[in-house]
Nanobody, 115 residues
Framework: QVQLVESGGGLVQAGGSLSLSCAAS????????MRWYRQAPGKQREWVAG???????NYVDSVQGRFTISRDNAKNTVYLQMNSLQPADTAVYYC?????????WGQGTQVTVSS
């Protein structure tokens, strides 16, 4: 069993920055892909960014160049640095990891960007 705890959300003005983190705990040997999703009010959950264990990254077009995903394998933690935030980035952000044959999700952290 893997538990994920996200932190770092909050309220920021447009153009500002926030950094999210997601720490995995439990009887962990090797976490594979790690990803961030987000869900805005009234919208479907959307994939934002992903990173492989080896560090290869991918982003949805709307955050390319503004967000950076990274990970620390020794700490079983994934990060999301968000710069140049826009009101459209307002959402609950969730981390998710692939471990073994299972997929685990965090509880989510709210990010609100005011105009």
């Amino acid at each position: 069993q893997v538990q994920l705890v996200e932190s770092g959300g909050g309220l920021v003005q447009a153009g500002g920055s926030l950094s999210l983190s997601c720490a995995a705990s439990g009887r962990i040997f090797r976490i594979n892909d790690m990803r961030w999703y987000r869900q805005a009010p009234g919208k479907q959950r959307e994939w934002v960014a992903g990173i492989t264990r080896g560090g290869r990254t991918n982003y949805v077009d709307s955050v390319q160049g503004r967000f950076t995903i990274s990970r620390d394998n020794a700490k079983n933690t994934v990060y999301l640095q968000m710069n140049s935030l826009q009101p459209a980035d307002t959402a609950v952000y969730y981390c998710t990891v692939d471990y073994g044959f299972n997929n685990y999700w965090g509880q989510g952290t709210q990010v609100t960007v005011s105009s």
